[in-house]
């Protein structure tokens, strides 16, 4: 995961330091929001079956008060 967060950001961050037309750059950054949103699935994935199961397995609804708040959160992009 890290080395694809890395990707994105390298390449947005040459292209802004080559001085590369502003278009491209905008495309460029739509392609890198559907990335990003690739992690967040997979973050979100990771979250639910991992922290999300064990805080429920041991009691703590709150956990998913707070699992709305982030999918909302998510939905808004």
Do not use: F, P, W
Not at 25 to 38: D, H, K, M, V
Not at 55 to 66: K, M, Q
Request: net charge negative.
């Amino acid at each position: 995961m890290v080395h694809r967060l890395n990707r994105i950001e390298g390449q947005i961050r040459g292209m802004v330091e080559k001085d590369v037309y502003c278009d491209d750059i905008i495309t460029q950054l739509s392609a890198t929001q559907s990335a990003l949103n690739s992690v967040a699935k997979v973050l979100l994935d990771g979250h639910l079956k991992g922290c999300v199961k064990d805080r429920l397995t041991e009691g703590d609804d709150d956990v998913l008060d707070e699992l709305l708040i982030t999918i909302t959160k998510l939905m808004r992009k």
